[in-house]
């Protein structure tokens, strides 16, 4: 079972920054895209970025494009996602998915609980 972990969140100032980590265990890690969503307070969850197997394989949504960056580690199994000068509409719970996109797991995602990120001055 692929399990994962997120870290990072907390408290940031608007204009600061932040990096948001995804440990993933229980799997194969190549064998996965990973993505970040996240859900506001009254909202529904949205994808905010997502990396195939090679960090140069990114996609972001219109809203991150610019201020956010996505990353992987091959070797460490984890992800990241830096935020960068946030405002206070990016206050949200972020979570980590896993997407398979072998022939074996095609399809199959797992996600992590989730970590408060708070946009506050």
């Known amino acids: 079972q692929v399990q994962l972990v997120e870290s990072g969140g907390g408290l940031v100032q608007p204009g600061g920054s932040l990096r948001l980590s995804c440990a993933v265990s229980g799997g194969t890690f190549i064998h996965y895209a990973m993505s970040w969503h996240r859900q506001a307070p009254g909202k529904e969850r949205e994808l905010v970025a997502e990396?195939?197997?090679?960090?140069?394989?990114?996609t972001y949504a219109n809203s991150a494009k610019g201020r956010f960056a996505i990353s992987r580690d091959n070797a460490k199994s984890a992800a990241y996602l830096q935020i960068n000068s946030p405002s206070t509409e990016d206050t949200a719970v972020y979570f980590c998915?896993?997407?398979?996109?072998?022939?074996?797991?095609?399809?199959?995602?797992?996600w992590g609980k989730g970590t408060l990120v708070t946009v506050s001055s």
């Open positions: 998915s896993a997407r398979g996109i072998v022939p074996y797991n095609y399809g199959n995602t797992y």
């Open positions: 990396v195939g197997r090679r960090n140069i394989d990114t």
